[in-house]
């Protein structure tokens, strides 16, 4: 199993050069109107605009350092595209994201380098996401040689580290990818994005292509390293509990714009949100008290609208069982509904009146 | 969908005119035998020979040379003169074009009536003694060169010095107008000699993704639905594994169509081909731009109709 | 009598790589109107099966053991073209991808009337209009434009609609379905179990669910069967096999899912190791090196299947007691987490 490691090894861990300054005070990751448009174009020549595609649309969160947030949505609603947006995979067409005190929204490829240290990536599908004519060794330094740092022999050193990090043999530097189960290529994902002690780590749904034994066990390797690590994660996925079980704060995202935004104990108990509600209810679950409850199933009428052209007002009120007029024609605004938890909602499901407290 | 086709259509002419212009750089610029003096024959003085030069225009710069045929070429649809003879080079490609489409036709039909079949069955068998067979043997002709594959055929099969005396033997062609009988008869060889490398290449093809498909999805629900197996491979497997290889044949019928120069060859046809091999011998500037051009005007053409043929057989293509 | 009987199951496969015992002694029965579910991760052996009763696993370098009975014939036993006339009519089966499953080039109108007339002669305006009745049914919007639509011009909910239409469209007696909501949202699985639900009750169809979530078996199945590397582990009424589970994979299963109820600051009891290849299953009890109540025993000897209380069978070698002790604890285990 794993050999602890305490501190990174010598002469690997770098400070993010060029710029990027440590300000105590100020949340670790902070987002905020996030937008990203895609132009649909037509013509033959040069493309000319016909509309745009809000993949994402004005979505704002704070991370502490060390924290985690859950990103909840289902398909289409811009949750994989936020975290490209975050990790500058993608440049955003508005809003700012700021890492670290440091606004990083332009920066260019050659100022964002060295952050790629710093802030890293663990895909979802374990089969596709390891280049199949490397070996693991070669994969998992691939970061490390990179970024130009160490010697090759320390290199070698940390990769095997890593490796036993993650629970698996040292000695199978020189396998395949095709040589692993699904579990253990995941596994290897998470070394790679482990190897430059990195301080955020974007998991874009780790867990959901493997086995539910297998997922556990992920999950728990996920929550153990954090705490040896300090590590904070933005952890998306679709499975309401398996965000539920590692996050401290939950986002539900709905069609490019985040509908909820609460502590991860609440969001169960106190949903807020009609679209979180039948999220909740949807889920099928085995707990007797659980099934009961939810027994009053919310069965959503018809699927989630296009994001080309989303509904006016209200994203979600052709769904929503709970629409009036004014859903169609107002957008509801986030706000804190107390205790850190907002909803953007006319009819919220607490009853209550919103306070007009600016969203964090 | 509309302007997509015009679209194409004005980005093929564009590029018919590189093509003209490429070609003419190209005939200026590296050595090739004057065509004044192979005009001007064996007596010929210098003084003809400039005489010759003269009548030709090749003694104008080479840009106005150019700027001339261009302008012929837009404005009247004229290719010019060929400097051998002095014959309209289009009346001479259009005289020759029905021949080469014969040819390219009855490939065409050959190669395909060949390869189907053969690609079916070796992909429902993969890897039984019959699919090695088949795909050894398409190694083979896919291997052998037209022109190793034709003598062999007339040294086999043709009726003046041919082994056995079967068929008409090379330059024996005859339009159908003419007489039927002897069309087809004197096309057959060319047509079997041309069509064995297509037909080996398609098999190939057509078994490779007739075996991709059929690992498809989409097949095991067929089969669900308790479809006889036949209807499954042939309805829903080679329904989806065809539509590459039709666009695929549609690409290689028009660069066919600009002149299976060496089957025509061999066989002394008289097609667009063989008067491209003539035309390139005799440094006859006006039939090579002509031959060149037409070629280049088939493969865009073909390349246009492909596409959007591929639309109408693949309803997730859409322009 | 059972509507479906399989008895003593064996699949086999011969792959370069060595034989893949894919189905190792599956006895499993359905009743009509019923439903079953069957459980297991990635290896179990709960597609091959449900192949296997369609007569889709007859390939060259496969054996099959055992009988598949249904209403007293054994598939297994009828040559090529009258297993045809089964399959599909009295039996149907959709899968997991309808996007891959739906063939792309051919509108989903010709695809249903093409499912009819496999089986009846109808004329093509019949089966048209029958198609038009199943669309309608599955609850699609404008069915009749919808007809005359490609298949990558739905979306994932509807796409499923459509196969489960295609499935019901000849009323089969028995409907499989193989993870037929693994690839859809959470709120569009709701909508199409509940159509599944809706669909048999109305027309008194069994239904075999194959899945790995638990959840999903939890709220639809009547009769579940929890598969482990080619076998049934534990087979029983649903009330028996979730709320009194008896085999330690079962509850390995359960402690593993990050419940709702589940507590944030614990770690989730996830089963050790993976699940084992189907060419080196692992001698005795095949869950043996991934037990936390392993004994001498279950290396050497493979459990039978025996019953412990009525209708709910168990193979594993702890004694009774023992199991139940600990199947409760499980059990309370999950409720209390908070």
């Known amino acids: 199993m794993r050999t602890g490691t305490q501190a990174a090894p010598p002469s690997v861990s770098g400070v993010a050069g060029n710029g990027a300054q440590r300000r105590p005070g100020v949340p670790f990751l902070a987002v905020q109107d996030l937008e990203k448009r895609f132009p649909l174009t037509r013509g033959v020549f040069l493309g000319r605009e016909r509309g745009h595609v809000h993949a994402v649309d004005g979505v704002s969160f704070e991370i502490p350092r060390g924290g985690t947030l859950g990103l909840v949505g289902e398909s289409g609603c811009g949750k994989s595209t936020v975290a490209r947006l975050v990790t500058r995979l993608l440049e955003p067409t508005g809003g700012r994201v700021v890492y670290d005190g440091n606004d990083i929204t332009h920066w260019k490829t050659r100022a964002l380098r060295p952050l790629r240290r710093e802030i890293q990536l663990v895909f979802q599908d374990p089969y596709s996401s390891l280049n199949p004519r490397r070996t693991v060794g070669a994969i998992v330094a691939e970061p490390l040689r990179l970024q130009h740092l160490g010697t090759r022999t320390e290199r070698r050193a940390r990769v095997r580290e890593m490796l036993a990090v993650v629970g698996l043999n040292p000695e199978h530097y020189n396998r395949y990818p095709h040589e692993f189960s699904g579990g253990q290529r995941q596994r290897i994902g998470i070394a790679r994005a482990l190897v430059t002690t990195p301080k955020l780590v974007v998991a874009d749904e780790p867990v959901s292509a493997l086995d539910v034994s297998i997922q556990a066990q992920i999950l728990n390797m996920l929550a153990e390293l954090q705490v040896e690590f300090g590590l904070t994660y933005l952890f998306i996925a679709h499975d309401l509990n398996v965000v539920r079980h590692i996050s401290d704060r939950i986002a539900v995202m709905y069609l490019g714009k985040i509908v909820e935004l609460s502590p991860a104990d609440e969001l169960h108990v106190r949903p807020i949100h009609p679209y979180t509600e039948a999220l909740l209810s949807a889920v099928p679950t085995v707990e007797t008290s659980a099934r009961e409850r939810l027994r009053g199933r919310v069965v959503l009428r018809g699927d989630p609208p296009s994001p080309v052209a989303p509904p006016s007002g209200c994203r979600f009120h052709t769904r929503c069982r709970y629409a009036t007029e004014i859903c169609s024609a107002v957008e509801p605004p986030l706000v804190d509904h107390g205790g850190g938890h907002l909803a953007a909602c006319h009819h919220p499901l607490d009853g209550r009146t919103p306070v007009q407290a600016t969203a964090t | 969908m509309l302007r997509y086709i015009v679209g194409r259509i004005l980005w093929g002419a564009f590029l018919l005119v590189v093509v003209s212009a490429l070609t003419f750089l190209i005939f200026t610029v590296f050595p090739s035998a004057d065509p004044a003096a192979l005009r001007a024959g064996r007596q010929a003085t210098p003084e003809l020979i400039a005489q010759i030069r003269h009548t030709l225009g090749l003694d104008r710069p080479v840009y106005v040379q150019y700027w001339i045929f261009l302008k012929g070429l837009v404005l009247h649809f004229d290719l010019g003169y060929s400097y051998q003879n002095s014959v309209s080079v289009k009346s001479q490609i259009f005289t020759r074009l029905p021949v080469t489409l014969s040819l390219t036709a009855g490939a065409f039909v050959i190669w395909m009536l060949a390869a189907i079949p053969i690609g079916v069955i070796s992909a429902i068998r993969p890897r039984s003694l019959l699919d090695r067979a088949t795909m050894g043997a398409a190694l083979v002709a896919i291997s052998a060169p037209v022109y190793f594959l034709g003598l062999i055929a007339l040294f086999l099969f043709s009726n003046d010095i041919g082994v056995v005396h079967l068929l008409p033997g090379a330059g024996t062609y005859a339009p159908i107008s003419v007489s039927p009988w002897h069309w087809f008869t004197s096309l057959l060889m060319p047509w079997c000699v041309l069509a064995a490398a297509f037909a080996a290449f398609y098999a190939r093809m057509v078994r490779g993704n007739l075996i991709d498909t059929l690992g498809e999805d989409y097949i095991r629900t067929a089969r669900a639905k308790g479809l006889s197996e036949r209807r499954v491979v042939m309805r829903h497997g080679l329904r989806a594994a065809l539509t590459p290889v039709v666009t695929m044949a549609g690409l290689d019928i028009g660069i066919l169509l600009g002149g299976a120069i060496l089957t025509e060859t061999v066989f002394n046809i008289p097609g667009i081909g063989r008067y491209a091999y003539d035309s390139i011998i005799n440094s006859d500037l006006p039939a090579i731009e002509g031959t060149v051009l037409f070629g280049a005007f088939f493969i865009i053409t073909a390349n246009i109709f492909v596409d959007i043929l591929y639309a109408f057989l693949d309803p997730r293509v859409r322009y | ?338």
């Not at chain 3, 011969?14 to 002694?25: L, S």
């Open chain 3, 1 to 338: 009598m059972a509507l479906l009987e399989i008895q003593d199951l064996h699949v086999r496969f011969a792959t370069r790589d060595g034989v893949v015992h894919a189905v190792d002694g599956v006895s499993l029965s359905v009743d009509r109107g019923r439903t079953l579910g069957i459980v297991g991760e990635s290896g179990s052996g709960k597609s091959v099966t449900a192949l296997t009763v369609m007569g889709l696993t007859r390939l060259p370098n496969a054996t099959i053991e055992g009988h598949v009975l249904l209403d007293g014939v054994d598939l297994l036993g009828l040559p090529d073209d009258e297993l045809q006339k089964v399959r599909g009519r009295r039996v149907a089966m959709i899968f997991q991808d309808p996007l891959s499953s739906l063939h792309p080039l051919y509108k989903i109108g010709w695809q249903l009337g093409e499912a009819i007339q496999a089986h009846e002669h109808v004329s093509d305006k019949a089966a048209r209009a029958r198609a038009l009745a199943a669309l309608t049914e599955v609850g699609i919007p404008s069915p009749a434009e919808r007809l005359s639509s490609y298949p990558h011009e739905l979306s994932g909910g509807m796409r499923q609609r459509v196969m489960i239409a295609m499935a019901l469209v000849l009323d089969p007696e028995i409907l499989i379905a193989d993870e037929p909501t693994t690839a859809l949202d959470v709120t569009v699985q709701a909508q199409i179990l509940d159509l599944v639900r809706a669909l048999q009750a109305d027309h008194g169809t069994a239904v075999v669910l194959i899945t790995h979530d638990l959840g999903v078996i939890a709220e639809t199945a009547d009769e579940v069967a929890v598969m482990y590397a080619g076998r049934i582990a534990e087979l029983g009424p649903l009330g028996a096999v979730i709320d009194r589970p008896e085999h330690p994979y079962t509850w390995g299963l359960l402690q593993s899912l990050p419940g709702a109820e589940t507590s944030r600051s614990e770690p989730l009891h996830p089963i050790d190791g993976a699940p084992p290849s189907l060419i080196s299953v692992p001698t005795g009890c095949a869950f043996h090196p991934r037990c936390p109540y392993v004994l001498p025993v279950c290396p050497a000897k493979q459990p039978a299947l025996l019953e412990t209380t009525a209708g709910h069978t168990v193979a594993c070698h702890l004694p009774t007691a023992l199991r139940r002790e600990i199947g409760a604890e499980v059990r309370a285990s999950l409720e209390t987490r908070t």
